[in-house]
């Protein structure tokens, strides 16, 4: 099937660009899930750091991922038009991740002190412009991994946005204990 044939299934741009994402929400969920049901962290602050890696290492966006995630925005935006389906294909991408990047924080002993999606949505937004940036900037997307977003920044950003579950177990001596 021609490029033009396949384009003729959708009947605007922006039916395709949805689609297309679609696919692209499943398999960024997909790779998140299966490295996450891999791992095991240990409960101690390297626990955010060996997370923040293993989501670089897993490739939840790549360079095409991410083309197809803006041009949908700016098509939004520049144009006008179905703005709400623009916003609706970007809340079906944070909630497909919510739940995931729960159980990762379950994982590493810990819970999102904000809001989920909230939370989910600061380290997206932030993952996706330094991923940029990376690129922009001339480096490799296959060494994002090794810059100093997901070396330093994510780190900081999932331990700043949730606590450890042991902080929620009231202290022996404490009043919430003796009572």
């Known amino acids: 099937m021609s490029t033009h044939a396949f384009r003729q299934l959708f009947p605007t741009a922006d039916a ?15 790779r998140l899930r299966a490295c996450i049901d891999q791992f095991v962290a240990s409960a101690t602050p390297a626990g955010v750091t060996e997370a923040a890696s293993l989501l670089a290492k897993s490739w939840p966006l790549d360079r ?13 935006m520049a144009g006008g038009l179905d703005g709400p389906g623009a916003a609706r294909s970007e809340r079906k ?7 995931i990047f729960t159980d ?16 989910v949505r600061v380290i997206l937004d932030t ?19 090794d810059s100093p977003y997901i070396a330093r920044t994510l780190p900081t950003l999932l331990e700043q946005l949730s606590q450890s579950v ?9 009043a919430a204990a003796v009572a």
């Open 16 to 30: 395709l660009l949805d689609a297309v994402h679609e696919a692209l929400v499943d398999e960024c969920s997909s």
């Open 64 to 76: 095409g991922g991410l083309i197809i995630r803006g041009e949908r925005r700016v098509r939004a």
């Open 93 to 99: 991408f944070l909630g497909a991740l919510v739940d």
């Open 104 to 119: 990762l924080m379950t994982r590493i002993g810990r819970r999102f002190e904000w809001d989920p999606m909230l939370a």
């Open 127 to 145: 993952y996706e412009r330094s991923f940029e940036a990376w690129i922009l900037d001339g480096h490799s997307e296959l060494t994002f991994a």
């Open 166 to 174: 042991a902080n929620d177990a009231p202290q022996s001596g404490s």
